[in-house]
């Protein structure tokens, strides 16, 4: 079968599982294994799919890496405790199968690889979901993700490491990278922000790839690292937006080629599907540590479930060690089986996760630490509320505080905008609009206003149906950006700002006012030249 049709079928598993409400990635694999059962093999088109997306994957971790941030110990300090833990518990699991059932041929050192490979969550689904629900910008989304990059970075340096090769003396060369990350933010902006500017990502991931394998070191380290050069840099943001879905695309060919090697020993499927069910052991482990470092027992809770899955790159990591010898060739597909069963397990724990905090809240505030309490903000006195404190926040912030002063506080998870909005003398504070804690603490029948400016509709939706569950019966507006949108909202009684629509006629109204201000001096200037004026 021609490799296109091969992606076809793809498709075709992606839809059918996005369909029942489970990520595109089980499809997939699906794929491979029906691809397989029909004996077909995979050609060098797939083959070089797969190595583009994995080189994109390992280049967009690079772009997004924030060092101030991963210092924290709430993200390193529970990543790697939290990784030594799930690889004794695996390791455990894995001794007592091997005596059981030893056909398995379980090794020591095969079974360290595998215990490791199981340590990580995926960012796949992670993102996925947290798109879905409109709270990839929210901080149980931020810190699930910062701990999903010290995962994967523990990943990379595996992957540099499995060759085993020295790098040669030439390596030193590449210490020359550190001076040229100016000059690379320079042609990227000259690049502008089409094709010409994607186009430049993918040049600059290939050929970091490329520079590091030419000196004896991994090429995936070489896209990453060449990533972490423009981290933190505004075009870095952008080159991360704009490869995002074009690596999604090229890994499609690593999990069609996992599916195409077949399937595992009836024993090893078993404990395949075993192995994937114990990712709902993860949040147990999480919760406790997010919380012992000073997170909010709420943020710990949606952060801990999102992560109650194994890693897309587990199945790098097995890959590896197949090519390695360290692991039998089966183990790929037993570690696809087990990544989509914990998909399969996940997705109901995470439609649930608001439910199960708003019915165990008073048993989880327990977990409060001192810290946390101490950090509240402060809501006393307010009439109007703005949420979300970006440019259009701050304008309605600007506008309506003219009318209500002090009595206007405005909302934020951003910490580096709150203190810019601190500096400028606005009063803001930081919390997360989607959680009933912030909100049991505001008194609702004092509030007027609520002006949602956080021009994600999911979110939006969100925090107004919680309002409404909460009591409040004063006034909601929001801003939208298409027509479905405001419909959506305005059934539910809240008043809709569209932004395309409306700012059009917000730009006319301007426009014609400085052209009757031209045309009134214009007149003055007339009457001033005339004789005897």
């Not at 060739?329 to 037993?334: K, T, V």
């Not at 994600?456 to 929001?478: F, K, P, S, T, W």
Request: glycine residues 8%; hydrophobic residues 50%.
């Amino acid at each position: 079968m021609p490799d296109p049709l091969l992606i076809i079928v793809a498709l075709m598993c992606g839809m059918a599982s996005r369909a029942i409400g489970m990520p595109a990635l089980i499809g997939y694999l699906a794929a491979g294994f029906v691809l397989h059962e029909l004996n077909v093999d995979g050609g060098e088109m797939l083959a070089k799919l797969a190595e583009m997306g994995i080189t994109l994957l390992l280049f967009s971790i690079g772009l997004k890496l924030q060092t101030r941030d991963l210092l924290m110990p709430r993200i390193w300090g529970t990543t790697v405790v939290h990784m030594l833990v799930t690889q004794l518990v695996v390791l455990a699991f894995l001794s007592l199968a091997g005596q059981l059932m030893p056909q398995l041929g379980l090794s020591i050192s095969g079974n360290l690889i595998i215990a490791f490979a199981f340590s990580f969550s995926s960012t796949v689904f992670v993102i996925q979901i947290m798109q879905e629900r409109g709270e990839i910008a929210s901080r149980h989304a931020n810190l699930a993700i910062g701990v999903l990059i010290i995962q994967d970075l523990a990943a990379v340096l595996f992957l540099a490491a499995s060759t085993g090769n020295v790098p040669e003396l030439s390596a030193l060369w590449l210490l020359l990278l550190l001076p040229a990350r100016r000059p690379i933010l320079r042609l990227l902006s000259l690049a502008g922000h089409g094709e010409l500017f994607t186009l430049a990502g993918f040049a600059l991931a290939i050929l970091g790839a490329q520079l590091f394998d030419s000196v004896g070191i991994k090429g995936d380290l070489g896209a990453l690292l060449i990533g972490v050069l423009l981290a933190g840099e505004q075009k870095g943001k952008e080159l991360a937006r704009n490869l995002l879905y074009f690596k999604d695309l090229f890994l499609v060919g690593f999990f069609l080629s996992i599916g195409l090697s077949g399937w595992p020993s009836p024993s090893l499927m078993i404990l395949a599907f075993a192995l994937g069910a114990m990712a709902l052991l993860k949040p147990l482990l999480y919760f406790p540590l997010f919380t012992r470092f000073h997170v909010a027992p709420r943020t710990a809770l949606l952060a801990s479930n999102s992560l109650a899955n194994h890693s897309e790159f587990g199945l790098i990591v097995i890959a590896v060690a197949v090519t390695q010898g360290w692991v039998g060739q089966e183990w790929s597909s037993a570690m696809s089986i087990a990544i989509a069963m914990s998909f399969l397990v996940a997705s109901p724990l995470n439609k649930l996760s608001h439910k199960l905090y708003r019915r165990h809240r008073v048993r989880l505030l327990r977990h409060e630490s001192p810290l946390v309490r101490a950090q509240r903000p402060d809501t006393r006195n307010v009439r109007v509320l703005v949420l979300g404190m970006g440019n259009i926040g701050t304008g309605a912030y600007e506008a309506i505080a003219r009318s209500y002063g002090e009595e206007v506080l405005g909302i934020d998870d951003n910490d580096r905008k709150l203190a810019q909005h601190h500096a400028m003398h606005r009063r803001v504070a930081a919390a997360d609009a989607s959680d009933p804690d912030f909100w049991h603490r505001v008194a609702l029948d004092e509030l007027e206003l609520v002006m949602l400016a956080l021009t994600n509709h999911e979110e939006n939706m969100l925090v107004a149906d919680l309002l409404r569950e909460m009591g409040y019966q004063g006034r909601i507006a929001a801003v939208v950006r298409f027509d479905e949108e405001a419909q959506a909202l305005e059934a539910k009684g809240i008043s809709a700002f569209n932004l395309y629509a409306q700012a059009g006629e917000g730009f006319a109204a301007h426009a014609a006012r400085g052209l009757r201000e031209r045309r009134s001096r214009d007149r003055d200037a007339t009457d001033a030249s005339e004789p005897g004026s």
